[in-house]
T-cell receptor
Framework: DSGVTQTPKHLITATGQRVTLRCSPR?????VYWYQQSLDQGLQFLIQ???????AKGNILERFSAQQFPDLHSELNLSSLELGDSALYFC???????????FGQGTRLTVV | AQKITQTQPGMFVQEKEAVTLDCTYD???????LFWYKQPSSGEMIFLIY??????QNATEGRYSLNFQKARKSANLVISASQLGDSAMYFC??????????????FGSGTQLTVLP
């Protein structure tokens, strides 16, 4: 158990819908990262938050957004979903961004 | 641009033998970190081992060791005494500074390891 908690584990939704993925980092970790793993794109960095502030952006679509709350949990919002958004979405956390990033178990999103 | 290359899509190893998974990287940064993760069929990403670019000694964690050759820009993972439970996808990743003090991981395409009884 990495200590990073992601909910839900599985999500099935229809095209055009909006979903929210939730992540609770390890206790004491200030940095939260979101990654997308798909068969064709592999593991792609989406976005990083540090202590509530956006720190870095990767290949994140405009239809996707994220935030980190004062209690350090984070949410990834995916809207106007398309079939191609079906993927495994990981959250990872680390103390400062310099140390090992520990991953949650992921949320498997299926868009039908 | 930072890039991680894993040239072995699939590897087979006999139980109890050692296996080396290859990873090469490309970066112009002087400071970076190299990671290996294991992803079993259940999907979770499990951190295995870390090597900093300034670390002089190769990292070891139990049966895992990292063969770090900085001049060659390679960071191969060595698994000793393979076990059936080692069957999984293995990813090499590099942490680099993306902007300011922000750091992110870039991943290789992975190597699927199968341990044979």
């Amino acid at each position: 158990d990495s200590g990073v908690t992601q909910t839900p584990k599985h999500l099935i939704t229809a095209t055009g819908q909006r979903v929210t993925l939730r992540c609770s980092p390890r206790s004491g970790d200030l940095s939260v990262y979101w990654y997308q793993q798909s068969l064709d794109q592999g593991l792609q960095f989406l976005i990083q938050y540090y202590n509530g502030e956006e720190r870095a952006k990767g290949n994140i679509l405009e239809r996707f957004s994220a935030q980190q709350f004062p209690d350090l949990h984070s949410e990834l919002n995916l809207s106007s979903l398309e079939l191609g958004d079906s993927a495994l979405y990981f959250c990872a956390s680390s103390v400062t961004g310099r140390t090992e990033a520990f991953f949650g178990q992921g949320t498997r999103l299926t868009v039908v | 641009a930072q890039k991680i290359t894993q040239t072995q899509p699939g590897m087979f190893v006999q139980e109890k033998e050692a296996v080396t998974l290859d990873c090469t990287y490309d970066t112009s940064d002087q400071s970076y970190g190299l990671f290996w993760y294991k992803q079993p069929s259940s999907g979770e990403m499990i951190f295995l081992i870390y090597q900093g670019s300034y670390d002089e000694q190769n990292a070891t964690e139990g049966r895992y060791s990292l063969n770090f050759q900085k001049a060659r820009k390679s960071a191969n993972l060595v698994i000793s005494a393979s076990q059936l439970g080692d069957s999984a996808m293995y990813f090499c990743a590099m942490r680099f500074v993306s902007s300011g003090s922000a750091r992110q991981l870039t991943f290789g395409s992975g190597t699927q390891l199968t341990v044979l009884p």
